[in-house]
């Protein structure tokens, strides 16, 4: 593509785009480009269409990455080469919303004990403690730490928005301990080179080798922590708009299903027959 890479690299920095977004959507544009062997301008909404339902037929591509390459195309037709989508009968597909794998207490118990050193003690538990996205996490910065507060500054959450989430009591000692060992200094997990974050692949694999070392038998991954730290907040009685808050959710529904992965939450529920009076003449023989 080249310097419509560029071009499109450049747009997408200058309206805000993450990173991970920009590659994802370069690289839909790039396999469009392979997949007719020839410049992505000179291809045609028909060619466009059929592709996109080779890559739902054929590829089998999950629905989240369907949508994806249309809004990849989409912005790369419209932004980048100024041209109407005229690509019929194409829509964004429905998403399957599939039950959030979550550990129990005792799981996450077994986890944090799986750690080789300090440091990645010191993830898994702030992971699990706030909740937190894994960009939240290799992001965060020595001064987000606010021990006076009791409190995490979370400054690039998703869409670029501020939150703050608490403090665990039980994090704190251990960070302290982490902070005189490594002595972080730009970032409060770093890479080898000190001056980069820790990368999210060194983190995913942490977690994986934890939960394994651990006897764990689920899929583990960083926004498995996430996912247990909402259910257990949620198991515990906390009002779902707090762990809303918590979670950097835009709606209440995007929270609420946790409601649905709670086994704790759902044997409390009580029902209706539960607490009618049945009389004898009512009572089965």
Known sequence: MGKLRIRMQEEMKLRGYRPKTIEIYVTAVRKLAEHYRRSPERIEPEEIRSYLLYLLEEKKLASASLNQNICALRFFYIRILGRPWKVDKVHFQKRRRKLPTVLTESEVVRLLAAAKNLKQRAILMTLYSAGLRLRELTHLQPCDIESDG???????????????????????????RYFRFYRPSRWLFFAEN????????????????????????????????????????????????????????????????????????????????????????????
């Open 150 to 176: 009791m409190r995490i500054r979370i400054c690039d959450g998703k869409g670029g928005k501020q939150r703050y989430v608490g403090l665990s009591s039980t994090l704190l000692p251990v960070l302290r």
């Open 194 to 285: 000190r001056e980069q974050p820790i990368h999210d692949r060194t983190v995913q694999k942490l977690v994986a080798v934890a939960a394994r070392q651990a006897g764990i038998s689920k899929a583990v991954s960083p926004h498995t922590l996430r996912h247990s730290f909402a259910t257990h907040l949620l198991e515990h009685g906390t009002d779902l708009r707090f762990i809303q808050e918590a979670m950097g959710h835009q709606h209440l529904t995007t929270t609420a299903i946790y409601t649905h992965v709670s086994p704790q939450a759902l044997s409390q529920i009580v029902s209706p027959l539960d607490r009618l009076v049945l009389t004898p003449a009512d009572s089965p023989d």
